[in-house]
């Protein structure tokens, strides 16, 4: 009976384990394909089906090119081997014996002579359809064959060997490919429409806006927790429901003010207004409840002031919540789109932020797909790897917020 329990748990486990790694494959590929594809030349961005990996097509240096040439797999005896492509869209014909037509020969007019009789070409009607007759060259042996058709190849030969020549359609040839990454989009991206610059200015306002509002939180907070003064809660519920605006509402008015201040197309609109927030307040002060009483009356006692007894007991304390805060405070400036496409101009480049440089890059790189995935790269990963660092932090600050009112 045991022995039956345990192997159904181990059951539903493994079940488990591979439902949720199922899951987590669907939702990591997009991830996964736009880090992929910004490693990736343009040209291989758009084939069908799609590929993950990075390729692209070999080549190599002949001497007596100027340039490498490409590498193609061809049939030679039965064998894939690795040719050179040293011409292509060379006439050819297709031809057939008279009795078989559709035993076809495809082969350069190089070498193929039309036969004629007093000045006119030669022809012959099989099934009702007139065809022109050619002396073709099979195998080092002439041959009497009905051309039914035309197309062209291309030239291969073996890089080792050039004189080992071999004729195929190079639409319907296989390339050589490796896999190879490309780095230097990134670079290349960062020099297209200034965004080194909206790189650094997104840095600056993010790491701003997150230490403003972790500084302005943690006063308001330690003042609504603990400090006593008339109509005290009251204030903080009107304060809290500003977080039921609607930003939408706030556009207009907080676009006239930053008109009258002088601060439109400037980082300082991107910055100072954010700086306060009724969330983060509301979550210090949830946290600072739950800090007990006697350790500050305590330090009262032994005459620590207000600004020692929040600097050396709640703020260490707080931790999680601080990490919390910071990690969504960070998230949120860090991927702000709306309020910087309204209050920066976009010919601005100097004040953009990342999220106006890759609207722009969208347009300019719309060829170059790689470019514009290099450039989400570049905006994604940064919040992705504090959200990884910071999300231990989550349940904690759940865990002890809301416990008093």
Same mark, same amino acid.
């Given at each position: 009976?045991?022995?039956?329990?345990?192997?159904?748990?181990?059951?539903?486990?493994?079940?488990?384990?591979?439902?949720?790694?199922?899951?987590?494959?669907?939702?990591?590929?997009?991830?996964?394909?736009?880090?992929?594809?910004?490693?990736?030349?343009?040209?291989?961005?758009?084939?069908?089906?799609?590929?993950?990996?990075?390729?692209?097509?070999?080549?190599?240096?002949?001497?007596?090119?100027?340039?490498?040439?490409?590498?193609?797999?061809?049939?030679?005896?039965?064998?894939?081997?690795?040719?050179?492509?040293?011409?292509?869209?060379?006439?050819?014909?297709?031809?057939?014996?008279?009795?078989?037509?559709?035993?076809?020969?495809?082969?350069?007019?190089?070498?193929?002579?039309?036969?004629?009789?007093?000045?006119?070409?030669?022809?012959?009607?099989?099934?009702?359809?007139?065809?022109?007759?050619?002396?073709?060259?099979?195998?080092?042996?002439?041959?009497?064959?009905?051309?039914?058709?035309?197309?062209?190849?291309?030239?291969?030969?073996?890089?080792?060997?050039?004189?080992?020549?071999?004729?195929?359609?190079?639409?319907?040839?296989?390339?050589?490919?490796?896999?190879?990454?490309?780095?230097?989009?990134?670079?290349?991206?960062?020099?297209?429409?200034?965004?080194?610059?909206?790189?650094?200015?997104?840095?600056?306002?993010?790491?701003?806006?997150?230490?403003?509002?972790?500084?302005?939180?943690?006063?308001?907070?330690?003042?609504?927790?603990?400090?006593?003064?008339?109509?005290?809660?009251?204030?903080?519920?009107?304060?809290?429901?500003?977080?039921?605006?609607?930003?939408?509402?706030?556009?207009?008015?907080?676009?006239?003010?930053?008109?009258?201040?002088?601060?439109?197309?400037?980082?300082?609109?991107?910055?100072?207004?954010?700086?306060?927030?009724?969330?983060?307040?509301?979550?210090?002060?949830?946290?600072?409840?739950?800090?007990?009483?006697?350790?500050?009356?305590?330090?009262?006692?032994?005459?620590?002031?207000? %600004?020692? =007894? *929040? !600097?050396?007991?709640?703020?260490? #304390?707080?931790?999680?919540? &601080? +990490?919390?805060? /910071?990690?969504?405070?960070?998230?949120?400036?860090?991927?702000?789109?709306?309020?910087?496409?309204?209050?920066?101009?976009?010919?601005?480049?100097?004040?953009?932020?990342?999220?106006?440089? %890759?609207? =722009? *890059? !969208?347009?300019?790189?719309?060829? #170059?797909?790689?470019?514009? &995935? +290099?450039?989400? /790269?570049?905006?994604?990963?940064?919040?992705?790897?504090?959200?990884?660092?910071?999300?231990?932090?989550?349940?904690?600050?759940?865990?002890?917020?809301?416990?008093?009112?």
């Amino acid at each position: 009976m045991l022995k039956s329990y345990k192997f159904t748990q181990i059951m539903r486990n493994f079940l488990a384990y591979i439902v949720l790694s199922a899951f987590a494959v669907v939702m990591l590929f997009p991830f996964l394909f736009m880090i992929f594809t910004s490693f990736k030349v343009p040209n291989d961005t758009f084939n069908y089906p799609p590929r993950l990996l990075p390729r692209e097509l070999l080549t190599m240096e002949i001497s007596g090119y100027e340039e490498p040439l490409p590498v193609y797999q061809v049939e030679v005896n039965g064998n894939d081997l690795n040719y050179v492509l040293l011409e292509k869209n060379i006439k050819a014909g297709i031809f057939a014996p008279v009795n078989d037509l559709t035993a076809t020969i495809v082969l350069p007019l190089s070498d193929a002579n039309a036969l004629v009789q007093d000045g006119i070409p030669l022809t012959q009607v099989v099934e009702g359809q007139e065809y022109p007759i050619f002396d073709v060259l099979v195998s080092g042996k002439s041959q009497q064959l009905l051309q039914v058709g035309a197309t062209s190849l291309g030239k291969f030969a073996n890089p080792k060997n050039l004189s080992e020549i071999s004729y195929q359609n190079v639409r319907l040839s296989t390339p050589s490919e490796s896999v190879l990454f490309h780095p230097e989009n990134y670079s290349d991206v960062l020099k297209l429409q200034n965004m080194g610059r909206a790189l650094t200015n997104t840095t600056l306002v993010t790491v701003l806006v997150v230490v403003g509002q972790l500084v302005t939180s943690v006063f308001g907070g330690y003042a609504f927790a603990r400090l006593r003064f008339p109509g005290r809660d009251r204030l903080f519920v009107l304060y809290l429901g500003t977080i039921m605006i609607p930003f939408v509402v706030l556009i207009i008015p907080l676009y006239q003010l930053m008109v009258m201040i002088g601060w439109v197309d400037k980082l300082a609109a991107l910055i100072i207004p954010w700086v306060f927030t009724a969330y983060g307040t509301f979550l210090m002060r949830q946290f600072f409840i739950t800090v007990p009483r006697d350790i500050e009356e305590a330090a009262l006692i032994d005459g620590a002031s207000r %600004l020692q =007894i *929040l !600097r050396k007991i709640f703020i260490p #304390a707080a931790g999680p919540a &601080l +990490a919390t805060q /910071a990690t969504f405070t960070f998230l949120y400036a860090w991927n702000s789109f709306f309020w910087p496409l309204v209050i920066i101009n976009t010919g601005n480049s100097q004040n953009h932020v990342l999220t106006l440089a %890759l609207n =722009i *890059l !969208r347009g300019r790189a719309a060829d #170059a797909p790689n470019l514009v &995935l +290099a450039g989400a /790269a570049i905006s994604i990963i940064p919040p992705m790897i504090l959200f990884v660092i910071g999300q231990r932090f989550f349940i904690e600050s759940a865990m002890s917020s809301g416990v008093k009112g």
